[in-house]
């Protein structure tokens, strides 16, 4: 408990201990007595769970539930006072809320735009729970989340699905209300959760008005706090959010496209704006005490396992990366990215899982991944055009992992990977430049959530290239969806889950193909 001063609370001395934003993010998970705030911000007609609920990061005894106060979205502080304020939770195992078996307060401070973020601990392993906040008289949705199964635990089946590039003015959610009825456990965001661009005062694609302070790029804390909470409104990613608990990694457009470390070939040095970006997207984001930004960096990366049947890899390939030594983009290959210091991981981030691949015991290996893996030769034997933001562009780094999959035995690796705003279904060679090397791994790249909207843009540009790279299985350019994943313990199915506009909302969902993957056979099949 924190020492209480005589107004109820003493943040001083517990910051001037732990400081900034660390010390602040910490404080705000430490229970407090109901009485130490104030118990709801001042009466303005407005409900404070208005951005919805979420949960993620299952653990076999909890997971860590996240809610943030905002009356007025799009207002000052969202509508909040300029002081901390108190924010009930329970967890219970019945959809009505009357069997609790965890429960507190804790304090939304206005520092961290009134965001909540509580860990239960102490639950059941591989089971169902619903959860729900209170903030004076008012109640949140309840939500559902669940455990993981206990480490090492026989498993027969997982499902989940995984999204990525959803860029709010491209369209509407229309693939997330899809995804909210389906049957599964989890749910993968593997980055591009929001995009830094100024908002069309018409709403783009959505022609919804939106207010005037939307129209700036996003560069302080702020203005991401404004862009967050526009994205949130969207009730069908709220939806998916209360159903599911998800695990998230981040891409570029958190920050800036296709940023490097702290550099991008726009701004030059960006540690500034790549601050305030990610203390937005932690204040969002259902993440855990071990996410909370520090002064150097915030850890992303990190390991979730789904007892003996799937481990899941949870990779950052922004924040530690080098700037591509190619060239930004589009460019000619080139010696200097066989480097051996050329990283995209980061020298420690690429031990760490290295070092859990070596030591895996689960049937399934997931790396969850945010740019493509596999090559995208763009000309060739007329040249050699590569994009060299994604893994293409970091050769010697993507060697280092193939060769560690085949050198290590690893069993059924399979990456999944965002950023492309298309579909790809590609076989991971052990060296792309070697074309009668062995396939190591299956990668899925999923399409867009709303990113391009509804027009023909990577089909026409991206599809001619495709001869050139047979081991490319599949490739589907232009539509919209989301993908969703069947695990057990003989095979793995993928399912590309598509919409069929984004122009609204309630636009009917289709599968437009499957494939499958079978234990012990890296390259993927289709159904």
């Not at 429960?103 to 102490?122: D, I, N, Y």
């Not at 001619?464 to 003989?490: A, L, Q, S, W």
Request: glycine letters at 8%.
């Amino acid at each position: 408990m924190i020492e209480q001063s005589s107004d109820g609370w003493n943040r001083r001395r517990f910051l001037g201990a732990m400081g900034g934003i660390a010390g602040l993010a910490a404080l705000a998970q430490v229970p407090i007595e109901r009485d130490a705030l104030a118990a709801a911000p001042p009466s303005s007609g407005g409900y404070p769970f208005a951005l919805g609920i979420a949960s993620g990061d299952p653990a076999p005894d909890g997971f860590v539930l996240w809610t943030r106060l905002a009356p007025d979205p799009l207002g000052a502080l969202g509508g909040m006072p300029a002081r901390p304020v108190a924010v009930d939770w329970k967890v219970a195992t019945d959809e009505a809320m009357t069997k609790v078996v965890r429960e507190g307060t804790v304090a939304a401070l206005p520092e961290l735009a009134h965001s909540v973020h509580v860990e239960p601990v102490g639950l059941r392993p591989d089971r169902e729970y619903w959860y729900q906040f209170r903030c004076g008289a008012d109640l949140s949705p309840v939500g559902r989340t669940r455990t993981s199964p206990a480490a090492g635990a026989r498993i027969s089946s997982l499902s989940f699905a995984f999204a990525s590039c959803q860029d709010w003015a491209s369209g509407y959610y229309s693939a997330y209300r899809h995804l909210a009825e389906e049957d599964i456990d989890l749910v993968v965001h593997l980055g591009d959760y929001v995009y830094e661009g100024g908002i069309p005062a018409d709403g783009g694609y959505r022609r919804t008005p939106v207010p005037a302070q939307l129209s700036p790029d996003c560069q302080t804390l702020q203005r991401w706090r404004l862009q967050y909470a526009l994205y949130k409104t969207d009730p069908d990613l709220q939806r998916a959010h209360a159903r599911f608990p998800w695990i998230v990694t981040w891409d570029d457009h958190e920050v800036q496209n296709d940023y490097a470390g702290d550099s991008s070939q726009y701004n030059g040095n960006i540690r500034q704006l790549r601050a305030a970006a990610y203390q937005a997207y932690y204040e969002h984001q259902p993440l855990r005490r071990s996410a909370i930004p520090q002064t150097e960096e915030m850890r992303l990366y990190r390991r979730l396992s789904y007892g003996d049947l799937a481990e899941f890899n949870v990779l950052d390939g922004r924040q530690y990366r080098s700037i591509p030594p190619c060239g930004w983009g589009e460019a000619p290959a080139c010696d200097a990215a066989y480097d051996p210091s050329v990283t995209m991981l980061g020298q420690r981030q690429e031990n760490w899982l290295l070092d859990g691949l070596a030591s895996s015991n689960t049937r399934w290996n997931v790396l969850a991944n945010n740019v493509m893996m596999g090559r995208l030769d763009h000309d060739g034997p007329a040249g050699d055009i590569l994009w060299h933001d994604a893994w293409d562009g970091f050769p010697a780094a993507r060697n280092r992992i193939t060769d560690h999959l085949a050198d290590a035995l690893v069993r059924n690796p399979v990456v999944i990977t965002g950023d492309w705003h298309s579909t790809f279904v590609n076989d991971i060679k052990r060296d792309f430049d070697a074309p009668d090397s062995p396939v190591v791994a299956t990668e899925f790249v999923g399409t867009s959530i709303s990113s391009n909207g509804d027009g023909d843009v990577y089909g026409p540009y991206y599809g001619p290239m495709i001869k050139y790279n047979p081991h490319i299985r599949f490739f589907d350019g232009d539509r919209r969806g989301y993908v969703r994943c069947t695990v057990d313990r003989e095979q793995w199915q993928t399912d590309l889950r598509m919409v069929t506009t984004v122009s609204r909302s309630d636009a009917p969902a289709y599968t437009h193909a499957s494939f499958v993957v079978e234990d012990g056979k890296p390259g993927a099949l289709p159904v």
